[in-house]
């Protein structure tokens, strides 16, 4: 079984809502940051959302403030991606991480990344 994996992708019109799943197993989510990375074909992957192990303090990029939200349910382990407002340009394969550390959430990067799901595909066309 694999440590993460993501669901909930799809196909949805612009000003639209999806949630994302991270589910994990043979660990305690909770225990770790987890981020939600965005990747296009041929570039890095980009920062958008991370939750910290802590607080539950969320962090947002800027390009997604306002209309996503970051949650957790330890009882599922799991973390969610509420997506609403979508625009054309949310457009990617959405992957979630396991970190380490919370400095993963502080810069919204790959930094004590231990576990990363497979992706899942968002698309966002009229």
């Known amino acids: 079984q694999l440590p993460l994996v993501e669901s909930g992708g799809g196909l949805v019109q612009p000003g639209g809502s999806l949630r994302l799943s991270c589910v994990a197993s043979g660990f305690a989510l909770d225990r770790y940051a987890v981020g939600w990375f965005r990747q296009a074909p041929g570039k890095d992957p980009e920062g958008i959302s991370c939750i910290d192990s802590v607080d539950g303090d969320p962090y947002y990029d800027d390009s997604v403030k306002g209309r996503f939200t970051i949650s957790r349910d330890n009882a599922k382990n799991t973390v969610y991606l509420q997506m609403n407002s979508l625009k054309p340009e949310d457009t990617d394969v959405y992957y979630c991480?396991?970190?380490?550390?919370?400095?993963?959430?502080?810069?919204?990067?790959?930094?004590?990344?231990?576990?990363w799901g497979k992706g899942a595909q968002v698309t966002v066309s009229s």
């Open positions: 991480a396991a970190g380490r550390s919370n400095a993963m959430c502080n810069g919204l990067r790959e930094i004590d990344t231990i576990f």
